[in-house]
């Protein structure tokens, strides 16, 4: 009898990273965060999340999604908050 190891309950494989990654998409896509511009891909053995979002709490929402999906994987996280500023003098109109 030929013994191999299954994986996690369900006899399914483990889910590699391309595959974690596309779920990773999927569900940044489908909830309220679907409307940035993040993206993940394998680099150098790592994932490489990067993007721009609005504010430092949909930064801190996307990371979570993140460590959910990437959990027990190499990830680096390039996101940019554009968070706007209050403008600390009047413009000046000629």
């Given at each position: ?14 889910a590699?990273?391309e595959?974690?990654i ?18 993940a891909?394998?680099?150098?053995g790592a ?15 996307v990371?979570e ?29 000629s």
């Amino acid at each position: 009898m030929n013994t191999h190891d299954a994986g996690p309950a369900g006899g399914a494989p483990p889910a590699g990273p391309e595959y974690r990654i596309a779920h990773l998409q999927d569900r940044l896509a489908s909830e309220e965060l679907g409307e940035l511009g993040v993206r993940a891909e394998v680099r150098g053995g790592a994932v490489l999340v990067t993007g721009t979002v609005p504010s430092a709490r949909c930064r801190d929402d996307v990371l979570e999604v993140v460590r959910e999906e990437l959990g027990g994987l190499e990830v680096h996280c390039d996101i940019l908050v554009t968070e706007p500023s209050s403008p600390d003098h009047a413009e000046e109109l000629s």
